[in-house]
Structures are given as structure tokens and as C-alpha cells.
């Protein structure tokens, strides 16, 4: 009698301890619907219930899932896998922007510099003129700036301009010293004679083809790093199918509905699941990787005619080479001015010499502002080194996120889509569009158009840094950029569970934003983990101050990119 009043006692308990834990497993799945703010606790049944309106989390057994959760649940499962791309990309992205702003800033510095040399040489050696040579100076260094930060300036006419304001200087202190005072006239004519009496020489072309080789390089490295932000904004923010959501719902967040709030994806399921929302990315793989290689070739050609820095800091050299031409060439210079422009009306000269002064009161230089970071070269190097890191970011990315956050790590225990099982037995695809045909988890219908564009893009670059397509000198041929970021600019295919007003057909009308300007290799096997670690992102302009004129440029071309970073 005794046994049997114990036996009863026990299956009681049994029985109590089942209903308690039913309900302790809602309760564990509210408490983390409530915890990821996932809804409202109301939509949650509190006990379990059958699940016949369910359309993806389907079980046998009770849930505890209505289908207004199972709504909120594919919501949260798009946010959380595109925090998850941005949270992946943020380093690439920071690294490029961050170089973005640094490269200009050694632009600007090395014009600054630059420019002190020029203005010092005159100084230094032709002192009567350097008050007056000060103005054309300057205009040069401000349209160089202005070429190089995107404005397609005529290389061969700046440069021009500089030479034919600076021949009448020349002529009245070096070549015809002995008088003073010139009437504007005369002096204009001079000035107007500068293109046809060559006084200069081969210098003026020679400077415009230095400047512009140089330039264009400068200009395309900058172009370039603008698109590969382009790239990753464009990928950040990747809109997917409703295959891939409801994919990723049920792999996500299926198991919270049968109590399984802390189990994790088996790592092959959870491949071909992303593999399958990435298809379209994983095409950009051939391209980024080429994109970083060409780069790589573009830096290794940067040297010579084509090294902005060494061009910049040397045109004091070619403007004193051409200066002492024109002395050479005084008497035929002078013969050719008085037969065109006749002889100039002008005061004897109290006092004019040339003379080597060391005073430089007169002319105020400007501070050094020389870039942290050694040479353009050294930087271009160290940022090419942490790039290189990154060769295989959009080949390896849907493995990457399974096995560093999506993944579990239970050999014995994971979920395989239906059920807790100890290992994945469907086979696992490869990456990319045509590998997607026989995946088991996600129908991918075709290529994604915003990401076919975002490709054609890196295909013209390339060609560029490659220099198979060649701009004319001064200027690039112009990418179409945007920041991939805006309203209704993204990629994917767009329903109604998206909540897009489409056509009549049911059509969504989707473009990218354009602005003018300018893997580790893994088998079809997922016991093959991937390893990849991520690093610990022509109007005139006159008589401008350098510091207005080239920071503002700065902020307008280059900042933004981290204002971008910092506002995802």
C-alpha cells in the first residue's frame, strides 16, 4: 500500500512539473521577445497553443507563437542581419573614410608647402618683383588645389595663366631694369605676348604635363576610395527577398516558438540560409578583389612624373628654371616686346636693383602645415597593407557571420530548421547566383539590379586604375556615385510584405542614388569553417583665402564620408 501511495505521489509531481513547465517555457520566450524588444508582451498566448495559423514557425507540437508574433519575429530577424552587415563592414568602411580625409589633408598640406617654396624663391632671388609675383602665386596654388579636389580645371590654361601674369614682372625687373613705372597698357601688351614669344621656353608645358599626370592620379585614388564607400553602403544596406526573410526567420527565431530561446542554427544550415540572402553579394567578390589589386597597381605607378607629392614640392624648381630662360633669352625678348608693343612710357628708375635678400616681412608665409605620417607614398603604403586585409571580405561574408555570430558551437546540438538534432544532413551550396539553384533553405530568383550596378561601377573603376581606360589629362572620365544610404536607393526585391506602393503590375521602380563627380575560397563542405578576421573603417577663383577655400572643399568632399559612418 505504502509503494502504491508513493508511486501516485510521483506521477502527480510528474504531472505538475509537465504543466509548470509549459509554462515556464512561454514565459522564457516572453521574457526574451520583451528583453529584444521584439513587440508589445500582449501579442504572446500564455500558454502554449496550437499553431495552425502559423505560416512559417509550423510545428506538430504547441507554440508558443501567434502569428502576429511570428510577424514581429521576421522583422526583428531583417534588423538584426543588417546591424550584422553593418557591424561587419564598419571597420572597412571606417578605414576608408578615414583615409579619404587623410589624403586630402596631405594634399593640402603639400600645397601649402608647396606654395611657401615658390613664394620664398622670389624672395630669396628676384626680391623687386616678389611683392608683385606674390598674387599670381597664389591664384596657381588655388587652382591646382581646386583641380586636384575635383574641378575640372584646364591644367595647360592655369598653368598658362600663371606664366602670362608673371612675363611682365619678369620683363620690367630682370630683362628691361633700368626704367620703372609702365603704363597698364604697356604692361598688358606685354602680358598678351607671353603665348607667342615663348619666354619660358618648354617650362609652362612642361609643369601642365607634370601637374596633370600627377593630378590625375591624386584625383582617380580619391574617386576610387569614394566608390569602394559607395560599394559598402550599397551592401549595408541590402534589402531582402521575402525568401530570404522568412528563411531567416525560421532559422532565427522558429525555435523561440517551441521554448527554444538559446539554441543556435546548425553551422551548414546556417550557410546555405545566408549564402542564399548574400547570392547577389557574393557576386561582388571577383570585382572587390580586383578593385584592391588595382589600387595596389595605381600606388606602384605613383612615382616619378606621376608622384603628386615630388611634382608639387619641385615647381619652385621649374618656375626659377623658367625665370632665368627668360633672363637668357633677355635681348630677343626685349627686340620682340618693342617691335609689338612699341616703346613703353615710363619714369626713370629711382633705384632698382636685384638684389638677395633674406627679408621676407613683406610677404607673410604661410605656417607649416605638414601631414603627421611621413610621405604620400608611406601612407598610400600602410593604408594598402591594412586594405589587403579585406581582399576577400565579400567572398567569405555569409560564412564569415555564421561562424563568428549566427552559428552554434554545439557539436552534439543544434537547430536544423524543423528540430534540435546533432548535425546538418542537407548539403551545403556553394557561393553566388548559380550555386543557389540547389540550395534547400532559400529560392533566389535572380541577380539583384542594385547590386548589378553597384558591379558595373567597380568595372569601370578598375578599368580606370588600370589604366585600360585612360581620361584625357586634367580630368576623369565621371562616375556616377552615390551614397547608397538615402530613401528607397537600396538594393533587393521589394513586396508587399515590404510595404512598397508599386505599379499597377505589381512593379516597384527602384534606382540608385547618383551623384556626378566624380574570399577565403570555401568548399560546398560547412565542416570547412571559414577563417577570416577582421583588422581590431570652371569659374575663376581669385583673391580666396587658402584656408576658406581648400578646408571648405575638404569638408564638402571628404568629411561627409564619416559623418556617413558615424550616422549608421
Known amino acids: 500500500m505504502d509503494a502504491l501511495w508513493v508511486r501516485c505521489v510521483f506521477l502527480l509531481a510528474c504531472c505538475c512539473a509537465s504543466g509548470l513547465g509549459?509554462?515556464?517555457?512561454?514565459?522564457?520566450?516572453?521574457?526574451?521577445?520583451q528583453l529584444r524588444q521584439i513587440g508589445p508582451s500582449h501579442l504572446l498566448p500564455s500558454n502554449p497553443r496550437p499553431g495552425s495559423d502559423l505560416q512559417v514557425c509550423v510545428s506538430k507540437n504547441s507554440t508558443c507563437c501567434t502569428k502576429k508574433m511570428e510577424e514581429r519575429y521576421q522583422v526583428a530577424a531583417r534588423r538584426d542581419i543588417q546591424n550584422l552587415l553593418q557591424t561587419s563592414s564598419s571597420s572597412l568602411k571606417f578605414l576608408i573614410a578615414r583615409n579619404v580625409a587623410a589624403f586630402q589633408e596631405s594634399f593640402e598640406a603639400l600645397l601649402w608647402q608647396a606654395e611657401n617654396y615658390t613664394i620664398t624663391l622670389f624672395q630669396d632671388l628676384y626680391h623687386s618683383m616678389a611683392d608683385q609675383a606674390a598674387g599670381p602665386v597664389r591664384e596657381l596654388f588655388t587652382d591646382i588645389s581646386l583641380f586636384l579636389l575635383g574641378s575640372e580645371f584646364s591644367v595647360d590654361e592655369l598653368v598658362q595663366r600663371f606664366f602670362d601674369a608673371l612675363f611682365p614682372l619678369v620683363y620690367d625687373h630682370l630683362i628691361s631694369p633700368s626704367l620703372s613705372g609702365v603704363s597698364l597698357g604697356h604692361a598688358e601688351c606685354v602680358r598678351s605676348l607671353s603665348r607667342s614669344v615663348r619666354p619660358f621656353g618648354g617650362v609652362p608645358g612642361h609643369l601642365a604635363d607634370q601637374i596633370a599626370r600627377s593630378g590625375v592620379s591624386g584625383k582617380l585614388l580619391l574617386q576610387a576610395l569614394h566608390l569602394g564607400i559607395e560599394v559598402i553602403n550599397t551592401t549595408d544596406h541590402l534589402q531582402l527577398s521575402r525568401e530570404c526573410r522568412r528563411a531567416l526567420l525560421k532559422m532565427h527565431y522558429c525555435p523561440h516558438c517551441q521554448g527554444l530561446t538559446q539554441s543556435k542554427p546548425c553551422m551548414g544550415y546556417c550557410i546555405n540560409v545566408m549564402r542564399g540572402c548574400l547570392a547577389s553579394m557574393a557576386e561582388i567578390d571577383i570585382h572587390w578583389r580586383e578593385f584592391v589589386r588595382s589600387l595596389e597597381g595605381l600606388s606602384a605607378r605613383m612615382h616619378g612624373p606621376q608622384d603628386l607629392e615630388q611634382v608639387l614640392l619641385g615647381i619652385h624648381r621649374l618656375v626659377r628654371d623658367a625665370v632665368r630662360h627668360a633672363?637668357?633669352?633677355?635681348?630677343?625678348?626685349?627686340?620682340?616686346?618693342?617691335?609689338?608693343c612699341g616703346p613703353p612710357s615710363r619714369k626713370p628708375a629711382q633705384s632698382v636693383s636685384i638684389q638677395h635678400s633674406s627679408s621676407r616681412e613683406s610677404i607673410?608665409?604661410?605656417?607649416?602645415v605638414r601631414a603627421p605620417g611621413g610621405s604620400l607614398a608611406n601612407r598610400r603604403k600602410d593604408f594598402l597593407s591594412s586594405l589587403r586585409l579585406y581582399l576577400t571580405?565579400?567572398?567569405?561574408?555569409?560564412?564569415?557571420?555564421?561562424?563568428?555570430?549566427?552559428?552554434?558551437?554545439?557539436?552534439l546540438s543544434c537547430w536544423n530548421g524543423t528540430e534540435i538534432v546533432k548535425s546538418y544532413t542537407l548539403r551545403v551550396v556553394g557561393n553566388g547566383i548559380k550555386a543557389q539553384i540547389a540550395n534547400p533553405e532559400v529560392k533566389v530568383k535572380g541577380a539583384d539590379p542594385v547590386i548589378n550596378q553597384i558591379i558595373d561601377k567597380l568595372k569601370h573603376i578598375n578599368q580606370l586604375l588600370q589604366g585600360k581606360s585612360i581620361p584625357k589629362l586634367g580630368s576623369l572620365d565621371q562616375i556616377e556615385t552615390g551614397s547608397g544610404d538615402a530613401e528607397g536607393r537600396y538594393s533587393g526585391d521589394c513586396d508587399d510584405e515590404d510595404g512598397c506602393a508599386g505599379s499597377g503590375a505589381g512593379e516597384v521602380?527602384?534606382?540608385?542614388?547618383?551623384?556626378?563627380?566624380?574570399?577565403?575560397?570555401?568548399?560546398?563542405n560547412h565542416k570547412h569553417h571559414l577563417h577570416y578576421h577582421h583588422p581590431a573603417k570652371d569659374s575663376e577663383v581669385k583673391g580666396r583665402s587658402r584656408s576658406f577655400r581648400l578646408t571648405g572643399a575638404i569638408w564638402v568632399l571628404g568629411l561627409p564620408c564619416l559623418h556617413v559612418l558615424l550616422a549608421l
Not at 515556464?24 to 521577445?33: A, G, L, P, Q, W
Not at 571580405?393 to 557539436?411: E, I, T
Open 327 to 340: 633672363q637668357e633669352n633677355g635681348p630677343r625678348l626685349s627686340a620682340q616686346v618693342y617691335k609689338l
Open 509 to 524: 521602380k527602384r534606382k540608385v542614388s547618383r551623384v556626378s563627380k566624380l574570399s577565403p575560397d570555401v568548399t560546398g
Open 393 to 411: 571580405y565579400y567572398g567569405g561574408l555569409a560564412d564569415q557571420l555564421c561562424a563568428s555570430d549566427l552559428a552554434s558551437n554545439d557539436a
Open 22 to 33: 509549459s509554462a515556464n517555457k512561454c514565459d522564457e520566450v516572453r521574457k526574451v521577445f
Open 364 to 368: 607673410p608665409l604661410k605656417a607649416s
